[in-house]
Structures are given as C-alpha cells and as structure tokens.
C-alpha cells in the first residue's frame, strides 16, 4: 500500500490546517490509519489514529479537543483536521496503517507516508 501525505503549511498560532493522505495500491477492511508527526531533534510520535470502519479514534493528550480525525473509505484518504494551532505543534506529520487493529504504537504501523511539514508560526 502505498500512502502520500498532503496538506501541510505555515499557519499562525490559533489557526487551521487540514491533512490529507491518500491510499493506493493494496488497501484494509480491517485495523486502523494514523497520524504521527516528528519535530526536529525529537523522536516521532502519535498524534491520533482511526478504525478501517471510524467508529473508534483515539488521540494523544496533546492535541485531544483540537485535532480531529477522520477517513472517507470510499475515497481511501485519511484526514487530519487540525484547529487552535500551537507553535509547539510545528513537525513533520506522518500517516501510516497498522492492518492489525487501533493503536498508538508506532512499531505496529506497518505503512508510512513521505510527510508533510506543518509550520505553525507564534
């Protein structure tokens, strides 16, 4: 499967954004699609992540009531919707999938999109 990761930019402090990340070839009826992002001289980490049918997400505590995340399977694009923007959310947002069910573990996720750059600016 093979996943691209779009919608990225700068933004001020307080605004919006809205990733996006396309699936193609070999697609999943069933574990789930994520985002992480990595911030330079930081580790990657998880952001959210959604059911193949999205009717369970999970969230990192740090982006939980501003980031929301959602899937449109019969377009195969996983979405980020990302309001109330903070500097410190500035990184390179990743999508991925993990065929094998929901989690925040980035070793379970098996696929990897080429990232996208978020820039929030104070």
């Known amino acids: 499967v093979q996943l691209q990761a779009s919608g990225g930019g700068l933004v001020q402090a307080g605004g919006s954004l809205r990733l996006s990340c396309a699936a193609s070839?070999?697609?999943?009826?069933?574990?789930?699609m994520g985002w992480f992002r990595q911030a330079p001289g930081k580790e990657r980490e998880f952001v959210a992540a959604i059911s193949w049918s999205g009717g369970s997400t999970i969230y990192a505590d740090s982006v939980k009531g501003r980031f929301t995340i959602s899937r449109d399977n019969a377009k195969n694009t996983l979405y980020l919707q990302m309001n109330s923007l903070k500097p410190e959310d500035t990184a390179v947002y990743y999508c991925a999938a993990d065929p094998s069910g929901l989690g925040s573990n980035r070793v379970s996720y098996n696929y990897w999109g080429q990232g996208t750059q978020v820039t929030v600016s104070s």
């Open positions: 070839g070999r697609t999943f009826s069933s574990g789930g």
